[in-house]
């Protein structure tokens, strides 16, 4: 099942998980599409290369059972630097 995540790891910014601004890789990493469009090189995730395509929406009835996380990652020092494998 999906994180979901609740913020952009480059700018911090908060993306709910009715967000559809968010975007991930197929590991979860979570980046703002603004982000994604002026610093991700290639548009691609800076931690595995991976594309990034938009999040799926989970239904608001299933929140309550399955929520999305709460765990914030920020790693600006990631915005627009090399991928890595």
Do not use: Y
């Not at 709910?16 to 995730?45: M, N, Q």
Request: with cysteine.
């Amino acid at each position: 099942m999906l994180q979901l995540r609740p913020n952009c790891e480059c700018c911090g910014r908060d993306l709910s998980p009715e967000s559809r601004d968010a975007l991930i890789c197929s590991f979860e990493c979570t980046w703002c599409v603004d982000c994604a469009r002026t610093k991700l090189p290639g548009g691609l995730c800076p931690n595995c290369g991976g594309e990034l395509v938009r999040r799926p929406i989970r239904p608001a009835a299933k929140l309550e059972t399955f929520p999305a996380s709460k765990d914030r990652i920020h790693r600006p020092d990631r915005c627009g630097g090399p991928v890595t494998a």
